[in-house]
T-cell receptor, first 117, second 113 residues
Framework: DADVTQTPRNRITKTGKRIMLECSQTKGHDRMYWYRQDPGLGLRLIYYSFDVKDINKGEISDGYSVSRQAQAKFSLSLESAIPNQTALYFC????????????????FGEGSRLTVL | AQSVTQPDIHITVSEGASLELRCNYSYGATPYLFWYVQSPGQGLQLLLKYFSGDTLVQGIKGFEAEFKRSQSSFNLRKPSVHWSDAAEYFC???????????FGAGTRLAVHP
């Protein structure tokens, strides 16, 4: 099983609908992130969370909200989806190594492809 | 603002040929630097990273990268490309040390047999 699991993997919806993308991880990491990937733009940070009580906006948070339900779960919501939110969304985690230092590496899920018609 | 530039959107090489993917960053100090690879339909996987020390870093799958402070560059290289290396490659920087990575737009690599 994957260490970082995203559901759904694919979703087609209509303008104005509410959508939730879910992410769960079994890596025991405290930090979780949501990124959006668009062709020619790379990945851009939407929200990040360093622990359950710590939620922060990223570069492109407008139109999105998140919930950190537990250390292992981090959900991304689009309250009213619009076509320019059509993209590939990635959840990622990071944490410390056994010695306690941050390794700097992000571990990514396989992505959730969202199409808004 | 910090930024990452990958000048080449697409690169095509023949199998067995050498490869160099370019990455330039804009930041006043030395950031943490990363290269990730994304295979079709997959998430991103870390190839290598540079935090400090030796400016030539080795990664997985035979890749290496060299940090050049004077050129604000962190180019990725591989001496002999395999067909399985066809993927999209992303350079990224972390300027705050909180794993909030800034990614380049990516370079898509095609490998001809």
């Amino acid at each position: 099983d994957a260490d970082v699991t995203q559901t759904p993997r694919n979703r087609i919806t209509k303008t104005g609908k509410r959508i939730m993308l879910e992410c769960s991880q079994t890596k025991g990491h405290d930090r979780m992130y949501w990124y959006r990937q668009d062709p020619g733009l790379g990945l851009r940070l939407i929200y990040y969370s360093f622990d359950v009580k710590d939620i922060n906006k990223g570069e492109i948070s407008d139109g999105y909200s998140v919930s950190r339900q537990a250390q292992a779960k981090f959900s991304l919501s689009l309250e009213s989806a619009i076509p320019n939110q059509t993209a590939l969304y990635f959840c990622a985690t990071s944490g410390t190594s056994g010695g306690g230092s941050n390794t700097g590496e992000l571990f990514f899920g396989e992505g959730s492809r969202l199409t808004v018609l | 603002a910090q930024s990452v530039t990958q000048p080449d959107i697409h690169i095509t090489v023949s199998e067995g040929a050498s490869l160099e993917l370019r990455c330039n960053y804009s930041y006043g100090a030395t950031p943490y630097l990363f290269w990730y690879v994304q295979s079709p339909g997959q998430g991103l996987q870390l190839l290598l990273k540079y935090f400090s020390g030796d400016t030539l870093v080795q990664g997985i799958k035979g890749f290496e990268a060299e940090f050049k402070r004077s050129q604000s560059s962190f180019n990725l290289r591989k001496p002999s490309v395999h067909w399985s290396d066809a993927a999209e490659y992303f350079c990224a920087v972390d300027t705050g040390g909180y794993n909030k990575l800034i990614f380049g737009a990516g370079t898509r690599l095609a490998v001809h047999p």
